[in-house]
């Protein structure tokens, strides 16, 4: 199957549109002096691909490795770190600039706040990032997963001290299983979408992922690299876009990047909405059964549609095996470029960067030249997970799983 795009006619100016203030410059400094203070915390590699970029015909390409993030392959624990620790931080009436996580998980904070179980949905990385910052703040955590997960991951999760379970449903509702245990048992949810009524923990957790882009600013910077010219960005429901757009948005503003949205067709609820072009999020039902098990979400994140909805320049349906090209093209670079080992939602975006610039298609061709992608472009994407499923990564990268559409990719 071919991608699908929608191009934002009706784009913003930044600060024209959805308020960027929950993502300014202040409150995203906040979130990353909070992960400084863990003694895991250090800025993941921003990896320059030269061979590739010029393979491809651009300029130069950046991508952000988060498989190195706190030991736990994923992106994740940025969010759920930083919700969590602010959670707290609001029972103890403290700001989260006056807390540390040495001070959260003492003996004095726990038997002023007791035991807390914080609770949440996930095919993986999220509950596994939200078990790693329980554990570490001395709390508990029980996780759904939905159905299809690999039991790697149910693992992983386990080992982090969690009590975990692969339900027989889809993710967004073990999102509504989580919330319903969540009443009954007096526990947090720590989920990163929002909903009437449940804002503030998808706000920050928004605020916790804009850490890599604070960091990937200042390494590109380090490079003599101004900014980029394009950013491409994975969405399941949109809170990792969200996030890193509107903190891009907030911080650059007329020098924003030209910033793409990508989706795995089988779980589009974002490009849907654009589609569908009311202004209004709209959700996608069904199995969801991509291969992008992190993008797998079917109901956008209320906060993070409006910053998409007003300040993206596209969004794109992809099919699966551009999650596999991208995952084999950055496990056997060019010759000169550095291996980076990404997860089928970690390379997607790389997959449809290759596509854009390589295939000759009608559609193809006009969404490279409505984004102006061509040799001064400088492009930024993030692999926003290492091989967490080693079982998918090994099918893609050595068994060569979905080669028979890749070969196709030049058929309209």
């Known amino acids: 199957m071919p991608i699908d795009f929608v191009v934002n006619s009706n784009r913003k100016e930044p600060g024209t549109g959805a308020d960027l203030a929950i993502l300014s410059r202040?409150?995203?400094?906040?979130?990353?002096?909070?992960?400084?203070?863990?003694?895991?915390?250090?800025?993941?590699?921003?990896?320059?691909l030269p061979h590739l970029a010029d393979y491809l015909g651009i300029g130069k390409l950046f991508v952000k490795d988060e498989s190195h993030r706190f030991g736990l392959n994923a992106f994740k624990v940025l969010g759920a770190s930083y919700a969590i620790g602010r959670y707290l931080a609001t029972l103890l009436d403290k700001d989260i600039t006056e807390v540390s996580p040495d001070e959260l998980r003492s003996n004095e904070v726990r038997r002023q706040l007791g035991d807390i179980t914080f609770t949440t949905a996930t095919d993986g990385n999220h509950g596994r990032a939200v078990a790693?910052?329980?554990?570490?703040?001395?709390?508990?955590?029980?996780?759904?997963m939905p159905?299809?997960?690999?039991?790697?991951?149910?693992?992983?999760?386990?080992?982090?001290?969690a009590k975990a379970t692969i339900t027989d449903l889809n993710y967004d509702d073990a999102v509504r299983l989580s919330e319903k245990m969540a009443k009954e048992h007096g526990w947090v949810i720590i989920q990163d979408t929002a909903w009437n009524g449940y804002e503030d923990i998808?706000?920050?957790?928004?605020?916790?992922y804009a850490t890599l882009a604070v960091e990937a600013l200042e390494q590109l910077r380090a490079t003599g690299t101004d900014t980029p010219t394009h950013v491409f960005l994975?969405?399941?429901?949109?809170?990792?876009?969200?996030?890193v757009l509107g903190f891009l948005a907030a911080s650059l503003q007329q020098k924003m990047p030209i910033v793409t949205i990508v989706e795995p067709e089988k779980a589009n609820c974002i490009y849907k909405s654009a589609q569908i072009g009311d202004g209004k999020p709209h959700a996608v039902t069904g199995a969801l059964d991509t291969l992008m098990a992190g993008l797998a979400c079917g109901e956008p994140n209320t906060i993070s549609w409006e910053l998409?909805?007003?300040?993206?320049?596209?969004?794109?349906s992809c099919p699966d095996y551009l999650a596999a090209t991208g995952m084999r093209v950055l496990a056997t670079p060019l010759k000169g470029d550095p291996v980076i080992i990404s997860g089928e939602s970690g390379a997607v975006t790389t997959g449809l960067l290759h596509l854009l610039m390589e295939a000759e298609t009608e559609?193809?061709?006009q969404l490279r030249n409505q984004l102006g992608l061509d040799r001064n472009s400088v492009v930024l994407l993030v692999s926003t997970e290492g091989n967490t499923s080693p079982r998918a990564f090994r099918d893609a990268v050595w068994y060569g799983e979905y080669n028979?559409?890749?070969?196709?990719?030049n058929k309209k």
């Open 404 to 409: 028979d559409q890749e070969k196709n990719r």
């Open 363 to 365: 559609k193809t061709v």
């Open 308 to 316: 998409l909805r007003d300040y993206a320049a596209a969004f794109v």
């Open 147 to 161: 159905k299809g997960t690999d039991p790697v991951r149910l693992e992983n999760i386990r080992a982090l001290g």
């Open 132 to 144: 790693w910052a329980a554990q570490q703040l001395g709390q508990k955590a029980v996780i759904y």
């Open 202 to 208: 998808p706000t920050w957790i928004m605020q916790g």
């Open 26 to 48: 202040k409150e995203t400094e906040n979130a990353r002096s909070y992960h400084r203070k863990f003694a895991e915390y250090a800025p993941t590699p921003l990896v320059s």
């Open 234 to 243: 994975q969405a399941g429901v949109g809170s990792f876009a969200g996030g």
